[in-house]
């Protein structure tokens, strides 16, 4: 009956029918597909996962395994495996290529039959919990559903963090888990069977995307039985379908074991400061923009813990828009920057501490194994030590102290069942402590009496049989057994069964040796399943405190981020930021803290100042001066404050913005069709669309991607547009008409980067002095041609570009062109006059080495009659 199904599986050749394991294989490959379509199951046999039919193709592209075939009679089949101790690194390499995968164990020692078999791991890149397949930072899981509006529900398994999000619009949705960075997401259909849809989503994120149900009613009942209920916060069609599908999803996976999850906690995007995408990028948050970059994450992670770097993770995901809250992460970084004792202590007690967050969702679902319930207790035990170096501090400080207790009990039961140091395995033996468990003693006891025994039979034989080197040995294979030396060969008693022959000995047994090893034995069995119900009823009391371990662990990673921010601004002279109520900003002395350490402290700081009568900076100078580091820097300094931290500045005071807008460097989507200036454009319609009057906005070099007339027009437009709305705006260019809009609009401040040419340099050819410092006013001129000196074009070139750029200058300027047109008063200007004008604009382009004076040809085209009228 199955090999029908089993050929087209297998992608064998013969029409017979199938191994009994093969079939097996089949059953198994089919149960995981109805789960897990797209799975390959590794299936071990003996010391090998195998692999076979389309499985085995996938396997040997993917892993470049030799592929071979499984033959019978009447069948053969593609196979290729892999040795068991290597399968941690074959499922990195396949969750790393978008695969799930499936994990069939041996569960019976083999036999003269079908070895009975158990697909014991489902494993996927966004649910996997075992630590040696998860880095430190978050794993995410996402779903997302549309339906009455949009809804994001986002599971990290391997804590148990559960959270959601409903949305107005597709943007939104997009921008906010493009931030979450989950690993797999699970689309509903409407989203998945839109090809549209579908490739814009993929061509967004290009992460595994996984089926799954969506079906209401499925939903409903998968957070029934994870939540006990229908939460109702939970008040949207979509936002049930996606947090249900990614319970049903997760359930799947961990075959059935979703304990770690508790409760959903629905966020509002709108609570926290927006922070898009691209401002994430442009700031380096947390991906360089070059290869060997370093982030603003890796400048901050001074977490000891790992629960910490994600906590850390989340606040620069999600900075602060309460004045508030923001004021009570402030007071507690103080406290500790004011105590170097009490940091010191917290800094390191967390360096003993390990990952309590994922300890305690490994204990809520009962997977944790011996090392892992050892490593609880140490973290645990931590605890009292922390509250004690908390006690008397207020605030933020003084609640996480109080988040911290309570669990004392867990550490004495842990500790009085274990070992110190367990073994790695549960079943290995010598797990739980002498004392806790009198059946287990006495096993033991006994078992002790035979070991005594037999230590003591070595040297009574000696003595009885005269053989002075006679020794008890053990192997797996002979067990316990006699060992004689040949000269002594004559001496050995009648009593004594041979049972081995080596080259210059031998090994014999006697009926009371072996009857002393198989009551060992069966003690040592009885002993290990004591222990093994031993642990597991400890497990399981464990899992009853799974609510507190998590707060607990909430607490410590929170605690974790303060005193990194702490040390952080001691060690590099970082300032309180004042949170001021009105829309003032002023930085004295900032710095950018990425540029700062990767130049070893050699940083030039600026000042910067906005307030309601001076809102937009316009900023000019020559490429390479740091007008970037400058705008980066100012918004870097924004973030910090409200996520919590003091900022690289002498002095600072700071808004709440509700968003930072950034448009900072050039990107294209080549597979998407958009150019450079389309992505441009893209950026900074958002931007325009979404800044307010609270907002910060980030804009350099706007209209580069185009002619310079049509980029011109395009800057200035939105700089008036952001005039308007009174953003918070620095807006870098090189377009030096712009600088004159500072007398037309008020509030609009023109500032420059100093630089200074000097033909000294370079052995006269000249050079550029950049002197990063942000000064007022309008820069003069932009040093193309000197920067692209630096950058090493050719001689001629440059030359020939000097010589083109004094042309075009001398006369072509289009500045003053531009500003005698506007000047004109065309109601009282007689048409002889404009003839006049136009006729001394023509002779001053002639005679003034304009383009026909460096070999351009100046064209024009005659005037048709209507046209002239």
């Known amino acids: 009956m199955r090999a029908q199904p089993a050929q087209s599986v297998l992608k064998g050749t013969g029409s017979g029918a199938l191994p009994p394991m093969l079939e097996q294989y089949v059953r198994m490959r089919d149960e995981v597909a109805a789960q897990l379509p797209h799975a390959i199951l590794l299936f071990q046999v003996g010391d090998f996962y195998e692999t076979f039919g389309e499985d085995a193709e996938r396997a040997s592209r993917l892993l470049g395994l030799v592929l071979t075939h499984k033959s019978s009679r009447d069948f053969s089949t593609p196979m290729s495996g892999i040795p068991l101790r290597a399968l941690d690194s074959h499922v990195e390499r396949l969750l790393a290529a978008g695969l799930c995968v499936a994990v069939a164990d041996q569960i019976e020692e083999p036999g003269s039959g079908l070895v009975e078999r158990k697909v014991t791991q489902l494993l996927t890149p966004g649910t996997v919990t075992e630590e ?15 339906g009455d509006g949009y809804a994001l529900a986002l599971l990290d398994v391997s804590t148990g963090e559960f959270r959601c999000a409903a949305f107005h619009t597709r943007a939104a949705l997009y921008d906010e888990l493009s931030r979450w960075r989950a690993r797999e997401v699970l689309l509903s259909p409407e989203l998945a069977g839109n090809a549209a849809l579908l490739a814009d989503f993929q061509g967004r994120f290009p992460v595994m995307l996984s089926p799954a149900n969506f079906g209401e009613e499925g939903c409903c009942a998968e957070l029934v039985a994870a939540l006990g209920e229908v939460p109702g916060t939970l008040g949207s069609s979509a936002l049930r379908r996606a947090c249900g599908a990614v319970l049903g999803y997760a359930r799947v996976t961990q075959q059935g074991q979703l304990e770690m999850v508790r409760r959903v906690v629905r966020f509002e995007p709108g609570a926290h400061m927006r922070l898009p995408e691209s401002a994430v990028r442009a700031l380096e948050v947390f991906t360089p923009q070059s290869p060997q970059g370093v982030t603003l994450m890796d400048v901050l992670c001074q977490t000891r813990t790992a629960g910490g770097r994600r906590r850390l993770r989340a606040w620069l995901r999600s900075p602060l828009l309460d004045e508030l809250s923001i004021r009570a992460r402030l007071d507690g970084v103080e406290a500790l920057t004011r105590a170097a004792d009490l940091r010191g202590g917290v800094r390191s007690l967390l360096y003993r501490a390990h ?188 899992a009853a405190h799974a609510e507190a371990l998590s707060e607990a662990a909430g607490a410590l990673s929170e605690l974790d981020v303060l005193s990194a921010l702490a040390e952080i601004a001691v060690d590099c002279s970082w300032v309180r930021p004042q949170t001021t109520p009105d829309a003032e900003l002023t930085l004295t002395q900032a710095r950018h803290p990425v540029v700062e350490q990767a130049t070893g402290g050699k940083f030039v700081p600026n000042d910067a100042r906005l307030d309601g009568g001076r809102f937009v900076l316009l900023l000019t100078g020559p490429n390479m001066a740091g007008k970037s580091t400058y705008l980066r820097t100012v918004a870097i300094c924004a973030l910090l404050h409200q996520i919590g931290s003091f900022v690289p500045a002498d002095q600072a005071e700071l808004p709440v913005y509700d968003a930072i807008h950034t448009r900072i460097g050039a990107s294209d989507d080549l597979a998407g069709g958009r150019s450079t200036f389309m992505v441009e454009m893209s950026e900074l319609a958002a931007i325009l669309h979404g800044a307010t009057h609270r907002s910060l906005v980030i804009l350099d070099e706007v209209g580069r991607g185009t002619s310079t007339l049509d980029g011109l027009a395009i800057a200035q437009a939105a700089l008036e547009h952001l005039h308007v709305t009174r953003a918070h705006t620095l807006f870098a260019t090189h377009y030096f008409e712009l600088t004159r809009l500072e007398a037309e609009h008020p509030g609009l401040i023109n500032l420059h980067v100093a630089a200074e040419e000097d033909a000294a340099l370079n052995g006269g ?86 383009p026909r004076a460096e070999g351009w040809t100046v064209q024009s085209e005659p005037v048709q009659p209507e046209e002239a009228s």
């Open 765 to 850: 050819v000249g050079g550029l002095t950049f002197y990063h410092q942000v000064v007022p006013g309008a820069a003069r001129q932009s040093y193309g041609v000197e920067v692209a000196r630096l950058a090493g074009l050719p001689a001629p070139v440059t030359a020939r570009a000097a010589r083109l750029l004094t042309a075009l200058n001398t006369g072509g300027d289009d500045r003053t062109l531009v500003r005698e047109l506007a000047a004109l008063d065309l109601s009282r200007l007689t048409p002889m006059g404009a003839l006049e004008v136009l006729h001394r604009w023509q002779r001053e382009a002639a005679e003034g080495g304009g």
């Open 355 to 542: 990952d309590l967050e994922r300890l305690a969702a490994r204990v809520a679902t009962r997977r944790s194994g011996p090392r892992e319930v050892a490593a609880l207790a140490r973290t645990l035990e931590l605890l009292p030590e922390a509250t004690r170096l908390l006690d008397g501090q207020g605030g933020l400080l003084g609640t996480l102290c109080a988040r911290l207790g309570g669990l004392p009990d867990v550490v004495t039961r842990i500790r009085a069942a274990l070992v110190d140091d367990p073994p790695l395995r549960l079943g290995d033996g010598g797990l739980i402590r002498d004392g806790f468990h009198a059946g287990l003693d006495e096993l033991r006891a006994e078992a002790l009496g035979h070991r005594a025994w037999l230590a003591e039979l070595e040297s009574s034989e000696r003595a009885r049989t005269g053989i002075g080197n006679l020794k008890v040995g053990y192997t797996t294979v002979f067990g316990y057994f006699l060992e004689v030396t040949g000269p002594h060969l004559g001496k050995v008693p009648a009593d004594y069964r041979q049972v081995a022959t080596l080259k210059d000995r031998a090994r014999f047994t006697r009926p009371d040796l072996r009857e002393r090893e198989r009551e060992i034995a069966r003690l040592d069995t009885a002993a290990g399943r004591l222990e093994v119900e031993a642990f597991t009823e400890l497990r399981d009391s464990l």
């Open 132 to 146: 040696r397949h998860l880095s430190v930072d978050e794993n995410y899981l996402a779903a997302v559903a549309t």
